[in-house]
């Protein structure tokens, strides 16, 4: 168990000023469980992930891994709780001129990990087979694709056993594909493993994806925490809406075009109730944006919609809009989503 209490950091600035990146941060993440912190590009996420495992060292605060408090500890005994503790990045950080297997080997050298070259080895062929890469020991991280590369940065991490998995931002240099496929092996060795994995991210679909508990974190600060249904269903702070409703390019849309917003608080998803219109009324709508997710069978997020150029047909189907449960409907102008 990991527990966080009453965690800051400021870094000092040039101007002799503080910038105060984590404020007062209170959390506790549970053995096996894969807790998301969310936020957004200059929250302090990296600061806090880096905080955790005492890579920078909290200005104020104490972090305890299994009750012991990693802040009091010496640098021997911090050393070896480190062992505990392992990262992965978004850049990988691999070694270029070492292949793989020789990567992997390489926290084993540092950590002086029951000596001999041989075990060593054998160990990192073993973590190569676990993350699905049983023939790339001798290829070098140039020759390997992004997935490839921190599949190779996983099977590293785990070469100390580590109870924990800290990934700051691990998908976010991967495309969709390759990072579904990265979050199910996160998820797989969760399981197989029961490696506590901790998951910061700025991506609302990564956290939905694997993780069961989430902290948004804005500022510095944990805005909200809880369960993932709970928060991205019901986002209580400003924050947390920003997340679940992002925010994002103005869309600009011919005068005549009349235009609908849609908000999705729990509804069946957008298509049924387009056709629904089309079907019962005989009204067509053009999708202008959509930026929905789904989280079971409730659909959240926004969609915006143009109305038909007929003023009857728009006014009907404003009515109908508005009369679909779990959905809000708004005619808008200058729609900046
Ligand atoms: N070593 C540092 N020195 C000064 N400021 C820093 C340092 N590291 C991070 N910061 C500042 O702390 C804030 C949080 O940064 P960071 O933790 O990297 O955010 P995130 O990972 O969420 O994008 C930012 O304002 C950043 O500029
Ligand atoms: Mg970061």
């Known amino acids: 168990m990991i527990e966080i209490k009453q965690l800051c950091k400021s870094f000092p600035m040039p101007d002799g000023s503080q910038l105060q990146a984590l404020d007062n941060i209170n959390l506790t993440i549970n053995d096996g469980e894969i807790f998301g912190i969310i936020g957004l590009s200059g929250a302090g996420k990296s600061t806090l992930v880096r905080c955790i495992n005492l890579l920078e060292r909290p200005t104020s605060?104490?972090?305890?891994?299994?009750?012991?408090?990693?802040?009091?500890?010496?640098?021997?005994?911090?050393?070896?709780?480190?062992?505990?503790?392992?990262?992965?990045?978004?850049?990988?950080?691999?070694?270029?001129q070492r292949t793989a297997l020789e990567n992997i080997c390489f926290p084993l050298e540092l950590n002086g990990l029951r000596g001999e070259a041989g075990w060593r080895k054998k160990r990192a062929r073993e973590l190569l087979e676990i993350v699905g890469l049983p023939d790339k020991a001798d290829s070098y991280?140039?020759?390997?694709?992004?997935?490839?590369?921190?599949?190779?940065?996983?099977?590293?991490?785990?070469?100390?056993?580590?109870?924990?998995?800290?990934?700051?931002?691990?998908?976010?240099?991967?495309?969709?594909?390759?990072?579904?496929?990265?979050?199910?092996?996160?998820?797989?060795?969760?399981?197989?493993?029961?490696?506590?994995?901790?998951?910061?991210?700025?991506?609302?679909?990564?956290?939905?994806?694997?993780?069961?508990?989430?902290?948004?974190?804005?500022?510095?600060?944990?805005?909200?925490?809880?369960?993932?249904?709970?928060?991205?269903?019901?986002?209580?702070?400003?924050?947390?809406?920003?997340?679940?409703?992002?925010?994002?390019?103005?869309?600009?849309?011919?005068?005549?075009?009349?235009?609908?917003?849609?908000?999705?608080?729990?509804?069946?998803?957008?298509?049924?109730?387009?056709?629904?219109?089309?079907?019962?009324?005989?009204?067509?709508?053009n999708i202008i944006s959509a930026d929905t997710r789904s989280i079971g069978d409730e659909t959240f997020g926004e969609m915006v919609l143009g109305l038909p150029q007929d003023e009857t047909e728009a006014a009907r189907a404003l009515i109908y809009l508005r009369e679909v449960p779990g959905v809000t409907a708004e005619e808008v102008t200058d729609y900046v989503q």
């Open 61 to 96: 605060g104490q972090v305890l891994l299994d009750g012991k408090d990693l802040t009091a500890m010496g640098p021997k005994e911090l050393r070896k709780a480190r062992q505990g503790m392992s990262m992965i990045f978004q850049g990988f950080n691999l070694l270029m």
């Open 141 to 285: 991280p140039s020759q390997l694709s992004g997935g490839q590369k921190q599949r190779i940065a996983i099977a590293r991490a785990l070469a100390s056993d580590p109870k924990v998995l800290l990934c700051d931002e691990a998908t976010s240099a991967l495309d969709p594909t390759t990072t579904q496929s990265i979050l199910a092996l996160l998820k797989e060795l969760n399981r197989s493993l029961g490696v506590t994995v901790v998951v910061i991210t700025h991506e609302m679909r990564v956290v939905q994806q694997i993780c069961s508990r989430v902290a948004i974190l804005d500022g510095g600060v944990i805005q909200e925490e809880g369960a993932v249904a709970d928060i991205f269903s019901n986002p209580r702070t400003e924050a947390g809406r920003r997340l679940v409703m992002p925010e994002g390019k103005k869309i600009h849309v011919l005068p005549e075009n009349r235009l609908v917003r849609l908000v999705f608080n729990g509804a069946s998803a957008g298509e049924p109730i387009i056709s629904g219109l089309a079907a019962k009324q005989g009204i067509m709508l």
